[in-house]
């Protein structure tokens, strides 16, 4: 098994185009945006973002929680 070395983005410029890129995705640039900066705001792994239901994180009205409570996949 091969290891794969990922790094964080430091770049503001690489960010900023990274994200307008996932913005202008035709197909699922929102749903895309919305896990980059779920991701970047929580420092979670994306498996763990993708794991999460729209109920983890929003009230029934459609507000975004105070708190959320997840268990990354690393340490079950």
Same mark, same amino acid.
């Given at each position: 098994?091969?290891?794969?070395?990922?790094?964080?983005? @430091?770049?503001?410029?690489?960010? @900023?185009?990274?994200? /307008?890129?996932?913005?202008?995705?035709? #197909?699922?640039?929102?749903?895309?945006?919305?896990?980059?900066?779920?991701?970047?705001?929580?420092?979670?792994?994306? &498996?763990?973002?993708?794991?999460l239901?729209?109920? /983890?994180?929003?009230?029934?009205g459609? &507000?975004?929680?105070?708190?959320?409570?997840i268990? /990354?996949?690393?340490? #079950?």
């Open positions: 098994m091969v290891q794969q070395i990922v790094l964080p983005i @430091k770049d503001t410029n690489i960010l @900023k185009m990274v994200q /307008d890129t996932l913005l202008d995705s035709v #197909r699922a640039g929102r749903r895309n945006y919305t896990v980059f900066q779920v991701g970047k705001a929580t420092l979670l792994r994306v &498996s763990d973002v993708m794991t239901k729209k109920s /983890d994180v929003s009230n029934p459609g &507000s975004v929680k105070n708190t959320a409570f268990h /990354d996949k690393n340490n #079950r």
